[in-house]
């Protein structure tokens, strides 16, 4: 399949996974249907997102980098399907459905505590912006990173947002000096 066709249609994803789009149709009802059973089979249900809400916060940052490089290795079978969420305003919208509960949610969960959906909404994206860029619209500079590099570039981001923002200690104001 070549990359990023804008006018995906239910028939070219048919095509590409070589079933009738029939089928498609009657599973699923709809490219948007077909979208989001897709999104929940590449990451909801993902083991790599399971591994990755097990442990402490500390390490969840990383661990969160890792389960997305895994859940996305092997972007090439979901391609078509996947790059129809741009240009697809019903597609986006399975996806921002999916990425607010199913992602947003569940680390908002794990982190608990003050800040807790702040935290997520900063992480997940830095995420989104990673899958859009190097997965759904690639982007040359995002696209062609190693994981080694996707690791060292953004780690030390998604670390910065999942930390609870620190207190500031009480300043006692100052009075002002008057001049003699």
């Known amino acids: ?54 442990g402490d916060q500390a390490g969840f940052a990383d661990r969160l980098l890792e389960a997305v490089l895994e859940m996305w290795a092997d972007a090439q079978p979901l391609a078509e399907l996947t790059r129809m969420a741009p240009q697809d305003a019903d597609v986006m919208l399975v996806l921002q459905e999916f990425l607010e509960r199913e992602v947003h949610g569940r680390i908002a969960e794990f982190l608990r505590g003050p800040e807790a959906t702040d935290r997520a909404t900063a992480a997940v994206a830095v995420i989104g912006g990673l899958i859009l860029t190097r997965y759904l619209n690639p982007l040359r500079p995002a696209s062609t990173m190693t994981d080694a590099d996707v690791r060292r570039i953004l780690a030390p981001a998604l670390r910065a947002a999942l930390q609870p923002a620190r207190r500031s200690r009480a300043v006692t104001p100052v009075r002002a000096i008057s001049p003699r």
């Open 1 to 54: 399949m070549e990359p990023a066709a804008p006018n995906t249609t239910v028939r070219k994803v048919a095509a590409a996974a070589e079933v009738d789009s029939a089928l498609i149709s009657y599973h699923f009802g709809s490219k948007q249907g077909l979208f989001g059973e897709a999104m929940q089979f590449r990451c909801g249900k993902s083991a790599a997102m399971a591994r990755a809400l097990q």
